[in-house]
């Protein structure tokens, strides 16, 4: 005959192990969730407003929150959380360059995911431009005949591209001049070349002119005239003869 209080202790037991069993499946239902939009890179102008997006499949007990670099973001007039996504007004490519992450957290099972890993690329240039003498160290030691070379200060990000102007006319490489990044190179330069150098920077954050500029000034070489004009031929036989008075020991051609 069989023990009543056995079976009531089997009972017990059964009863208990389906309590456990309904208390874990509503956790095991609820870590089943995953993100179902990622941030993602991307490029932002300096100062220009975006959004990076994040969400997730189920979103019962989960609580999303952001990070930089593996530090919380707490919410600004300037960047702030605004349901599960973060919002910039205006971008800072110091207060914003590193690692955005996005992590859903289940309050009642204390599962977490991390999403993967959005940076922003953040355009931007200079709000001047200067136009600096790189070769011969010093202007006084240009001359004739000598090489100029220029360069273009002006910083951003991508790496601008330049262009070069003399009196406000573009210019264009040719057999005395070169163009090489930032750098403006002139060779055997003459008082022709004479005049403002001004250079302009351009990348996808916008351009800018040069503000502080080169100016060259070579003196022109001048022919030393002539005090006395050669007098009237005088004729000798076979020979004739000019004679003419100059203010420098020159060497004088005759035509």
């Known amino acids: 005959m069989s023990d009543p209080c056995e079976g009531r202790k089997t009972a017990f037991r059964i009863c208990l192990l389906i309590a456990v069993f309904c208390q874990l499946v ?17 490029n ?29 973001i707490s919410n600004s007039t300037r960047r702030y959380q605004d349901g ?29 995911l ?29 001359s004739v005949g000598s090489e100029l070379v220029l360069r273009c200060r002006a910083e951003g990000n991508p790496e601008a591209e330049h262009e070069w102007y003399r ?10 001049t070169s163009i090489r990044g930032r750098r403006l190179e002139l060779t055997n330069i003459s008082a022709l070349d ?7 920077a351009m990348n996808a954050a916008g351009a800018v002119d040069s503000t502080d500029n080169f100016v060259l000034t070579l003196h022109r070489e001048l022919v030393t005239p002539f005090l006395s004009l050669p007098l009237p031929f005088l004729t000798v036989p076979d020979k004739f003869r000019t004679e003419a008075i100059h203010t420098r020991r020159q060497k004088v051609l005759w035509k």
Do not use: M
């Open 26 to 42: 509503p956790y095991s239902s609820q870590n089943n969730f995953y993100f179902s939009v990622q941030p993602k890179s991307q």
């Open 167 to 176: 009196n406000g006319i573009r210019l264009f490489r040719n057999d005395r």
């Open 84 to 112: 599960s996504n973060l919002h910039f007004r205006r971008v800072d490519r110091e207060k914003d360059a590193g690692e955005f992450r996005c992590k859903a957290h289940n309050v009642s099972s204390g599962f977490s």
């Open 44 to 72: 932002v102008p300096t100062e220009n407003s975006t959004v990076l997006e994040c969400d997730v499949s189920d979103h019962r007990h989960v609580v999303i929150s952001w990070s930089l670099n593996g530090h919380p």
């Open 114 to 142: 991390d999403s993967s890993v959005a940076v922003l690329n953040i355009l931007w240039l200079d709000e001047s431009a200067s136009v600096v003498l790189q070769a011969p160290p010093s202007p006084e030691q240009l």
């Open 194 to 200: 004479n005049g403002v150098y001004t250079c302009r």
